[in-house]
């Protein structure tokens, strides 16, 4: 059944058809889909659009269709046009006249801008109490690693030493931006366009209010024009995982690097690796390179919709029916990713004793070995260049910072002078001082950690209380 084929004298052509159709896609929006008539045939009833008998016979069959769905008695039929036309034929099957009156007033440019505000409200929730399941597993993580002292890195090269739980911590603060957008993106996506039409709202009297508290919006649109081409909140959305995506590949990454040969930081559960059909030694961090992977078709759906949007003019444009499939993949994507990477992040090994050994090497403590000579009374730049003489004089000996002996130190070349060399300056350079010393909030002490700890838990405890 077309809803608008009255008009026409011929049937469409049959690739055309299937060309135009988007019910392959869009049959995954059938409950909001009927969700937002049963709402609306119950507003037409109380407005006295149509009769009380003829609303309460439309949403006890629209009941009854949703049932039957999720069921699985009644199979969404791919030769439909899109699910809008397959709920109301149904419709229309089961009651006859009276499911015409279903769209009175309604056109399916603000039906479907509403069913994609419904679904999108929905899938924020979700990937939200996704983020919610990360959040908890990076703490655990980090409180069981406040003195698992691992190098920090700049330009991949070892730069100074800090705590596993401090690098954990950094990519919950990461997360917690994304949860933090995607709040923000659903107050956006939280408003009604059902009363709009097609592009100039309708002479029928709607109540776009009552409609706005039935499906649990928080206001109506402003503007029928743009409420019908708006899709700046699919959009956003999609901006919002591609930077969940983003956060997600860097995290996986450095797992990646961790668990090779070279580094030797992590084991990766098998459950979450593949072998070689070749090499019989191979274990592959396979799935933490599928989500690397899988970030570019976040990135191309948000391109794609960028792409999509910018030269429509108002209002409704059949182009606009190419958002779906960017939104619908980058929420899978997203939620198999989040899924995934959870499950392998909570059963990987960390290589406590080789993450130490790392950060001994590679001079992490030259900065610490400056700041002990400022605080001897050197101005820092004089110090700076010390504690790179120092570096490259244990570089030729094939030494670490704290092998030097006092005679070594104490020598013209390195104090002039000016400053004695005494044992605390081995203290000072040990990584565990290193660590510790660096006691401001966000830094990586114990101290710090324990206290960044307690505010991550109470982030996710009041996010908890947020959900539905």
Known sequence: ????G???SEQTDEKANAFHSSITFDKRLYKHDILGSIAYAEMLGK????TSADSEAIINCLKEILSDIENGSL???DIAEDIHTFVESQLITRIGDAGKQLHTGRSRNDQVALDMRMYIKDEIGEINSQLIMLFEALIETAKNHIDTIMPGFTHLQKAQPITLAHHVIAYFQMFKRDYERLQDCYKR??????GSGALASTTYPLDRQFLAQKLGFARITANSLDAVSDRDFCIEFVSCLSLIMM???????????WSTDAFDFIEISDAYATGSSIMPQKKNPDMAELIRGKTGRVYASLMGLLTLMKGLPLSYNKDMQEDKEAVFDSIDTVKMSLTVFCGMFKTIEFKKDNMYKSALGAYTNATDAADWLVKKGLAFRDAHEVSGKLVRYAINKGLRLDELTLEELNTDKFSNGSVIFDETFFKAISVEECVNARALPGGPSAKAMAEAINNGERYVRSCLDEQP
């Open 247 to 257: 956060h997600l590949s860097r995290f996986c990454e450095e797992l990646i690097l």
């Open 1 to 4: 059944m077309k809803l608008w």
């Open 6 to 8: 009255s008009r026409f």
């Open 47 to 50: 407005q006295n659009i149509i």
């Open 189 to 194: 996506t939280d408003e009604m366009p059902l």
């Open 75 to 77: 199979l969404i039929d």
